[in-house]
């Protein structure tokens, strides 16, 4: 469905919300929402970092490997269909499967760590902000990507829901995973998202911090909703 546009607000000329939070908290489904109600371009800054992993895994590269990553990245396109629910795509090609998997994640995860390899999909996720607005989901989309953003929201959930969520979705995609090891790999993720030096996982200054871990996903989504067009 699409609601009426938002208008810019002043000194803004292409709106912006940020969803930031860890992995599994609802982020995806939460943007993705608001992408299609306020008929927003969408951004899964996330997605992005496991399509480079996943091409760094296809060509037998290691997280060593930096500079190859970094050309490997350079030379991906990569897209978020509205007509294709959103889905991720890589040269036109949807991915978005492959992408979910848990040697991708960890990948991903392990990558973002690296300065340069952030630098370079930096300029990429910028790119993204075009009219009429961007609805944008990450780690660092209010803090380092779009710190201009008038809306920022940082979703958070204790661990143990995350990985639940996460499991019942990957069991629903039909694909195979344990719940003892995702809860292992988010609590590493988050471990590894927080304390890195570049870019870290943490709430913007003047985010809105929802907690989720015993929200529905319709009463997320209801709330965000209110603040972002009393925000906006």
């Excluded at 590493?188 to 907690?211: C, F, M, N, T, Y």
Aim: with cysteine; aromatic share 6%.
């Amino acid at each position: 469905m699409t609601d009426r546009p938002l208008k810019s607000s002043p000194g803004s000329d292409i709106p912006v919300i940020a969803v930031d939070g860890p992995a599994g908290v609802g982020k995806g489904t939460l943007a993705k929402y608001l992408a299609t109600k306020y008929d927003f371009n969408y951004l899964d800054s996330g997605a992005i970092y496991r399509v480079v992993a996943l091409a760094a895994i296809e060509q037998g590269l290691d997280r060593a490997q930096i500079d190859d990553i970094v050309e490997c990245a350079s030379n991906l396109h990569i897209s978020f269909p509205a007509e294709k629910n959103y889905s991720a795509h890589s040269n036109n090609i949807d991915i978005d499967n492959q992408i979910r998997s848990e040697a991708c994640s960890s990948m991903a995860s392990r990558i973002a760590a690296e300065p340069v390899i952030r630098a370079q999909l930096l300029m990429l996720q910028k790119r993204f902000q075009r009219p009429p607005g961007l609805v944008c989901d990450g780690r660092d989309m209010g803090t380092v990507v779009f710190p201009e953003a008038k809306v920022k929201i940082f979703l958070d959930a204790s661990v143990q829901q995350r990985a639940e969520r996460r499991y019942k979705q990957l069991i629903e995609k039909g694909i195979s995973a344990s719940f003892a090891h995702l809860f292992d790999s988010i609590s590493a993720r988050d471990e590894r998202d927080r304390s890195r030096a570049s870019s870290p996982l943490v709430a913007a200054e003047d985010a809105w911090v929802i907690d989720t871990t015993e929200m529905t996903i319709e009463k997320v989504i209801g709330a965000a909703t209110d603040y972002i067009d009393k925000t906006l």
